[in-house]
């Protein structure tokens, strides 16, 4: 079983267009995140959802929507795709403070090519 | 604010080397959570170990080590014996202890093992 399952894998598309990544962790985690992974391999955190509720907007473009539907879930949804967004989105889920060991599982990455 | 630095961009050895990855990191928080991941070919985020800043203790895990020290604020990783399978972008990252969850990773270092 996938703990946190990101789709779709591979997102190529053209600039202008509307697209969604989507993210489910079966885990029971309370925390959901968004990371961006740049060409040069940086990873940047973008927004973090606690039940539901956002709790860390970095500074993202507001083409970019993050939605929470429920706590499994953490859907990324960006607007007028520019060549800039091309990168790899990873989502991740955590729990409380008091931690299992692990503490974050990492999906397997969207890799996403603008056009 | 929070900080990980690992100056090493790449580093490439021959099997059968020992290597050691540098991360220095900054943070006020007085409890904080080290943690390193691997980052292979495939592009997944491979979790390698967590450590609390309570805990000063030096790990091992077969071939793997990490040397914490509170005093230079360092958390190094250390490959002994490398094979080329080590070839991969390793990752350290820091998570305080306040309300905002996530991991602030560093830039990563390129480890290129080679026959």
């Known amino acids: 079983d996938t703990a946190v399952s990101q789709t779709p894998k591979y997102l190529v598309t053209q600039m202008g267009n509307d697209k969604s990544i989507k993210c489910e962790q079966n885990l029971g985690h309370d925390t959901m995140y968004w990371y961006k992974q740049d060409s040069k391999k940086f990873l940047k955190i973008m927004f973090s959802?606690?039940?539901?509720?956002?709790?860390i907007n970095e500074t993202v473009p507001n083409r970019f929507s993050p939605k929470s539907p429920d706590k499994a879930h953490l859907n990324l949804h960006i607007n007028s795709l520019e060549l800039g967004d091309s990168a790899v989105y990873f989502c991740a889920s955590s729990q409380k403070p008091r931690d299992i060991p692990y503490g974050y599982t990492f999906g397997s990455g969207t890799r996403l090519t603008v056009v | 604010a929070q900080k990980v630095t690992q100056a090493q961009t790449e580093i490439s050895v021959v099997e059968k080397e020992d290597v050691t990855l540098d991360c220095v990191y900054e943070t006020r928080d007085t409890t904080y959570y080290l943690f390193w991941y691997k980052q292979p070919p495939s592009g997944e985020l491979v979790f390698l170990i967590r450590r609390n800043s309570f805990d000063e203790q030096n790990e091992i895990s077969g071939r793997y080590s990490w040397n914490f020290q509170k005093s230079t604020s360092s958390f190094n990783f250390t490959i002994t014996a490398s094979q080329v399978v080590d070839s991969a972008v390793y990752f350290c990252a820091l998570r305080g202890s306040g309300s905002a969850r996530q991991l602030t990773f560093g830039s990563g270092t390129q480890l290129t093992v080679l026959p």
């Open positions: 959802y606690n039940n539901k509720e956002l709790i």
